[in-house]
């Protein structure tokens, strides 16, 4: 059916709603578990839809425009088929990825020229480069091309990431305009804006403001959670997510850790995305109801408790926390890929859980006992006797 997002209830500053695509629709809160490169790290499409329960992945236009490259994503028939996901995907401008390598790229007003941290070739990302490519590699939600200023940055700087970034989201409509359907997919493509202006409120609002006289189909925060403190991030998330439309979604990008995803949620985000529960899980580090979990740790040695006794996933219901400490200390794969099927099920199930409480209309008193629990940080360790 064509894009769009319905709000179907509130519970305070809380949404939940309905995101429809070619693809399926998603229900929000929702967290996209990140594949930059065409695949989520340490598990498979398959696992990801059951029992994971993931509903729309996020792809990087960066990394897949540099390998295995556009072209070949195109002859495969896009990134779904070529990937074998046959639910929604978001792709990355590759902004952020152009940002961090400092010393590889060169900005100006057309766009960015860098270096690939793969072999030193030279390139240039337009705005209509990015869509261009996001467009051929078929993702149902694309982002616009972006300029992330470093934190902390003089207001200066920020002030040129919000022209830059006003003047590319411009630019970036012209090949297609923000709906369209590419001639080599068969399914409707969207384009959301992002706001951008570091930690300067009026920036912010600066931002926003341009992009609304877009009408973008969705509308990112980007260019936080790069260094800033937590009470920052807070108050320019609440800021923009207060002054965009009520029947547009909202998405928080690279944010955050399950407590960062419950305060989001609080300040009206509908999205999320970040590589942080898979990436900790490869290397041993797992999120649960109370906290994180080292499973690396001499205390796990002889605890023969799943991970987290309340959760549903595969992982916790066959295996105990003594079994996948000995994998990671083995040096075994399958270490990695238990932990990571875990995080990914906690991460997905903590959205389900937060939409149940905003339909129940009590996502304030469902915040205070989740808060209270996951910084409890109390661990049972038990003994074979």
């Given at each position: 059916m064509p894009f769009g997002f319905c709000l179907e209830c509130t519970s305070g500053g809380a949404r939940a709603g309905?995101?429809?695509t070619d693809h399926g629709s998603i229900t929000t809160p929702v967290f996209m578990p990140v594949g930059t490169q065409g695949t989520v790290k340490a598990t498979t499409s398959e696992?990801?839809?059951?029992?994971?329960?993931?509903?729309?992945?996020?792809?990087?236009?960066?990394?897949?425009?540099?390998?295995?490259?556009?072209?070949?994503?195109?002859?495969?028939?896009?990134?779904?088929?070529?990937?074998?996901?046959?639910?929604?995907?978001?792709?990355?401008?590759?902004?952020?990825?152009?940002?961090?390598?400092?010393?590889?790229?060169?900005?100006?007003?057309?766009?960015?020229?860098?270096?690939?941290h793969i072999d030193g070739s030279l390139h240039l990302f337009t705005p209509e480069v990015v869509i261009e490519a996001?467009?051929?590699?078929?993702?149902?939600?694309?982002?616009?091309?972006?300029?992330?200023?470093?934190?902390?940055?003089?207001?200066?700087?920020?002030?040129?990431?919000?022209?830059?970034?006003?003047?590319?989201?411009?630019?970036?409509?012209?090949?297609?305009?923000?709906?369209?359907?590419?001639?080599?997919?068969?399914?409707?493509?969207?384009?959301?804006?992002?706001?951008?202006?570091?930690?300067?409120?009026?920036l912010r609002r600066r931002?926003?403001?341009?992009?609304?006289?877009?009408?973008?189909?969705?509308?990112?925060?980007?260019?936080?959670?790069?260094?800033?403190?937590?009470?920052?991030?807070?108050?320019?998330?609440?800021?923009?997510?207060?002054?965009?439309?009520?029947?547009?979604?909202r998405y928080l990008m690279g944010v955050g850790t399950p407590m960062d995803?419950?305060?989001?949620?609080?300040?009206?985000?509908?999205?999320?995305?970040?590589?942080?529960?898979?990436?900790?899980?490869?290397n041993g580090t797992v999120f649960t109801r109370k906290g994180k979990m080292v499973l690396k740790n001499m205390a796990f040695t002889d605890d023969f408790l799943p991970i987290d006794e309340e959760c549903g996933c595969d992982?916790?219901?066959?295996?105990?926390?003594?079994?996948?400490?000995?994998?990671?200390?083995?040096?075994?794969?399958l270490g990695p890929v238990l932990a990571t099927h875990h995080s990914l099920y906690f991460y997905c199930d903590l959205m389900r859980r937060m939409r149940a409480a905003i339909e129940a209309d009590r996502f304030e008193a469902w915040r205070a006992e989740f808060t209270e629990q996951y910084n409890s940080g109390e661990h049972r360790v038990a003994r074979n006797q």
């Open positions: 309905v995101i429809h696992k990801l839809k059951d029992p994971i329960g993931a509903q729309i992945i996020l792809g990087n236009a960066y990394h897949l425009f540099l390998r295995p490259g556009v072209a070949l994503v195109k002859r495969a028939g896009g990134l779904h088929r070529f990937i074998e996901w046959d639910r929604p995907i978001l792709t990355d401008s590759g902004g952020y990825q152009v940002y961090s390598l400092a010393d590889m790229r060169r900005i100006d007003d057309d766009g960015i020229s860098f270096r690939s996001q467009a051929k590699i078929g993702a149902d939600i694309i982002m616009s091309f972006d300029y992330c200023a470093p934190f902390p940055c003089e207001r200066a700087e920020a002030e040129r990431a919000v022209e830059l970034t006003t003047d590319w989201a411009k630019r970036g409509l012209s090949p297609y305009g923000s709906r369209f359907t590419n001639r080599d997919n068969e399914h409707e493509q969207v384009v959301f804006g992002i706001v951008q202006g570091s930690c300067y409120p009026d931002s926003m403001e341009a992009l609304l006289e877009l009408d973008f189909p969705g509308y990112a925060v980007g260019g936080l959670s790069v260094g800033e403190a937590k009470d920052q991030m807070w108050e320019i998330t609440e800021l923009v997510a207060g002054g965009l439309p009520q029947n547009r979604p995803l419950v305060d989001g949620v609080a300040c009206g985000i509908d999205m999320f995305d970040c590589v942080m529960p898979t990436r900790n899980a490869r992982t916790c219901r066959d295996h105990s926390r003594a079994y996948i400490r000995h994998l990671f200390a083995a040096g075994e794969i």
